[in-house]
């Protein structure tokens, strides 16, 4: 979709003191090889007091504080996440709405996985351009991958998972990056690699932890759908989503000056996001990226607001962002930057 009228005003990350790879080697958390496959330096883990709620109101209030809108202008808040929200039966979109945006509009909790956040650009400007007297909307994410649960040395050998969150504020006042285009491309077929042949039970069973993406996969690709073809479909979604969304805006995923992706290792994202589109490694955050780690939904969002902060955002740069969410679905945006962001304070 082509958009008109809608620019990104802020954006913000946070994002916990990063731990080193090499001391998770030597104390047997992580293994050399893996590490070497990766290019892993470190990555940020989550310390007492980083609750996942917590960490994306750390990441909202620099969005917010950088947009200069009031709250009143707001009438959309998505919070994107991957897992757990810091406790059951409670509704963490109102409390991020609570104290960000004053309680204003209303707040939707988003569960697409890695692409939740770059998803939820399609639902915000949807939203401003629905005829809503509102001028703008917050998108939040935040995720925290902790034991016994997760193993984040080991849920893929090709990166390792982090804690962190980022936001990004949507609207119709002029802002320092116009959103040109948006695309998203969904092969549900390929839900089952994140399930594999499990069963669903009513409560999150703990005989499961920590959650093995790796075993459901390769139960998923011996029973249903080969691997080799499950990569074939990937990689044609990919190119897909970001050829046309590119397309939208008039130029070529080889043209733009930024490319964002998932915090993957150096190997997996050259594999599989940058090789499919004939983009070199160095138009990314990578050395960014092989410090945070892969942060579910947040990887997007923290790479735009760390290219702010190094002052690498020029006008008339354009910046392809690209998301990839288990289920499988994947979301292309390009923006436009248009004046320089001042960055506020981490």
Known sequence: MKYHGLYVNGVGSWYPKPFPVDQAVSEGHYEAELQERTGMVSVAIAGEDDSQPEMAVRAGRQALGQSGLADEEFGLLLHATAGFNGLDGWNVGSYLQHHLIGGNGTAFEIRQLSNGAVGSIELAAGFLQGGTDRNAALI???????????????????????????????????????????????????????????????????????????????????????????????????????????????????????????NFGVEMVKRENLDPLGIDLERTPWRWALEVGHVGATDQFGALDQLAHEGRLEPGQRVLMTGIGGGFNWTSVVLEIVDRPVPTPR
Do not use: Y
Not at 227 to 234: K, P
């Open 140 to 262: 939040t994410a935040s995720d925290r991958f902790e034991a016994p649960v997760w193993d984040r040395w080991h849920m893929h050998p090709g990166l390792i998972f982090g804690d962190g969150a980022s936001a990004l504020v949507l609207s119709r006042r002029p802002g320092f990056a116009k959103l040109v285009s948006s695309v998203t491309v969904a092969h549900p077929e390929l839900e089952g690699m994140q399930r594999g042949s499990l069963p669903f039970t009513p409560n999150s069973d703990p005989s499961q932890h920590p959650v093995r993406i790796i075993d459901r996969t390769k139960d998923f690709a011996a029973r249903e759908l080969p691997l080799s073809r499950v990569v074939e479909l990937m990689d044609a979604a990919l190119v897909r989503t970001a050829t046309a969304a590119c397309a939208e805006a008039g130029i070529r995923p080889t043209d733009a000056e930024h490319v964002i992706m998932p």
